[in-house]
């Protein structure tokens, strides 16, 4: 099941989280010194799949986030560490939008549930019970005159 789309997936098709790069090719699709992987592995910066025998697999999504530590190191000037919370804070706004789409969904559900629910009340009611009539106006005045205590 794909948890994003709760559908089943084929297992062979390859998506941007498909781990499928070792580490020279990711390297030479990012810029970067394979090294360089290593220590933004070892700092949780880009952390990439592991095989069974523990070699690093990046995927698309994984190469395109190398590219933006890069481009945030060497043009923005921002420290690893920065980056770090840059990227975790980034991935929270990720989360909080899908959740909010997730709750956004589920109340228009349930509002359509209520209105259903609501028009089979109306349907259900019995409007031949209830006497009908035809209310004129009157254009009678009543004057109140409250009782003397003597």
């Given at each position: 099941?794909?948890?994003?789309?709760?559908?089943?997936?084929?297992?062979y098709?390859?998506t941007e989280?498909?781990?499928?790069?070792?580490?020279s090719?990711?390297?030479?699709?990012?810029?970067?010194?394979?090294?360089?992987?290593?220590q933004?592995?070892?700092?949780?910066l880009?952390?990439?799949d592991?095989?069974?025998g523990?070699?690093?697999?990046y995927?698309?999504?994984?190469?395109e986030l190398?590219r933006t530590?890069q481009?945030?190191?060497?043009?923005?000037?921002?420290?690893?560490?920065g980056?770090k919370?840059?990227?975790?804070?980034?991935?929270?706004?990720?989360a909080?939008?899908?959740?909010?789409a997730?709750?956004?969904s589920?109340?228009?559900g349930a509002?359509?549930?209520?209105?259903q629910?609501e028009?089979q009340?109306?349907?259900?009611?019995?409007r031949?019970?209830?006497?009908y009539?035809d209310?004129q106006?009157?254009?009678a005045?009543v004057?109140?005159?409250?009782?003397r205590?003597?």
């Amino acid at each position: 099941m794909d948890g994003r789309t709760g559908r089943s997936r084929n297992p062979y098709e390859l998506t941007e989280e498909s781990p499928v790069y070792v580490i020279s090719v990711a390297a030479q699709l990012s810029g970067l010194h394979p090294q360089t992987l290593r220590q933004y592995d070892r700092l949780g910066l880009v952390s990439p799949d592991r095989t069974a025998g523990r070699g690093r697999r990046y995927s698309a999504r994984d190469i395109e986030l190398l590219r933006t530590v890069q481009q945030l190191s060497q043009d923005e000037g921002i420290n690893l560490a920065g980056i770090k919370r840059i990227i975790e804070l980034e991935n929270q706004v990720a989360a909080l939008q899908q959740r909010v789409a997730e709750l956004s969904s589920a109340v228009e559900g349930a509002a359509a549930a209520m209105q259903q629910r609501e028009a089979q009340v109306h349907a259900s009611y019995r409007r031949d019970l209830v006497p009908y009539q035809d209310v004129q106006q009157a254009s009678a005045l009543v004057v109140w005159r409250p009782k003397r205590s003597e």
